[in-house]
């Protein structure tokens, strides 16, 4: 099966930016799409951003539009998400997760890693 393990999380002042990691390992053949979801305390977890392993094609939440960029490094088995000016309500914590391509539907989650805004 597929493990995913993400790093990078951490506090820093609303403008500034954050840069997280998800490395997979494990069999990650059948997996096609990883995504970033967030879900901040007393709030319902919600997708971020996600990639095609495939083909690089990438889908945002309007939310995070012009602001964040997920990307891919294939020899690595890593997705990044780079987060720029950052705001109060991107403090949550971070999930990678391999999931659908065509919708925010998650199956295998990392840890998480969680991100403060002040």
């Known amino acids: 099966h597929v493990q995913l393990v993400e790093s990078g999380g951490g506090s820093v002042q609303a403008g500034g930016s954050l840069r997280l990691s998800c490395a997979a390992s494990g069999y990650t053949y059948d997996v096609d799409c990883l995504g970033w979801f967030r879900q901040a305390p007393g709030k319902e977890r919600e997708g971020v951003a996600r990639i095609s392993l495939r083909d690089g094609s990438t889908y945002y939440a309007d939310s995070v539009k012009g602001r964040f960029t997920i990307s891919q490094d294939n020899a690595k088995n890593t997705v990044f998400l780079q987060m720029n000016s950052l705001k109060l309500e991107d403090t949550a914590m971070y999930y990678c997760?391999?999931?659908?391509?065509?919708?925010?539907?998650?199956?295998?989650w990392g840890q998480g890693t969680q991100v403060t805004v002040s």
């Open positions: 997760a391999a999931v659908s391509c065509r919708a925010w539907s998650g199956y295998v």
